[in-house]
């Protein structure tokens, strides 16, 4: 069935639905991530970035009783591909680094999904003048932003640096 986007409001919530469902998506899928990468440092990252999108989705839960709109019961196709592609990486047979090294560029594919998401939102909220649901998502916004950051840090200290010379 075809969505019906009537208004700015419409869609700002359509939005929001799609991260709902992306955000409950990783729940699931980011502790498979943790337990298929092989180096610490890795698994913190990931394991520290399933707390923060626990608290992503209850910020948007606030954001629904907000706004009194229920943002249960869409699915965002766009995370379950990329998380589809994170299982093909799961399960490939691949050396510890070389696999981190991969786990770590379908993640970053992930934050960059949510960045781009986040910040549509953020932008919705100011132009429909929701100040405090505009800050709410601000601060997810922040907290992808330093994930990504994150994981590009462990990709350029050691994993690609490691990845490179088992060849
Ligand atoms: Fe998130
Ligand atoms: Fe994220």
């Known amino acids: 069935m075809a969505t ?20 409950t998506q990783l729940m699931e899928a980011i502790p498979m991530m943790a337990e298929a990468a092989t180096t610490k440092k890795l698994q913190e990252a ?5 707390e923060e999108t626990k608290r992503q989705r209850q910020r948007l839960e606030k954001i629904g009783e907000i706004l009194g709109e229920d943002l ?5 196709e766009g995370m379950k591909g ?5 299982e093909g990486i799961i399960k490939a047979n691949a050396q510890g680094e070389i696999k981190d090294a991969a786990l770590i560029s379908a993640a970053q594919r992930v934050e960059h999904y949510e960045i781009a998401g986040y910040g549509t939102a953020v932008h919705f909220a100011d132009i429909l003048k929701e100040n405090e649901i505009s ?3 601000a601060e ?3 907290e992808e932003k330093s994930s990504d950051s994150k994981l590009n840090r462990i990709a350029k200290q050691f994993v690609n640096v490691k990845a490179e010379s088992i060849h």
């Not at 990931?46 to 399933?50: E, K, S």
């Not at 249960?72 to 965002?76: A, Q, V, Y």
């Not at 990329?82 to 994170?86: H, S, T, W």
């Open 4 to 23: 019906t986007l009537n208004s700015f409001k419409d869609l700002f919530i359509h939005e929001l639905k799609d991260l709902y469902s992306a955000e």
């Open 46 to 50: 990931f394991r520290a970035h399933l």
């Open 72 to 76: 249960k019961g869409e699915t965002c």
């Open 82 to 86: 990329l998380i589809k592609e994170g």
């Open 135 to 137: 800050e709410l998502l």
């Open 140 to 142: 997810t916004l922040d």
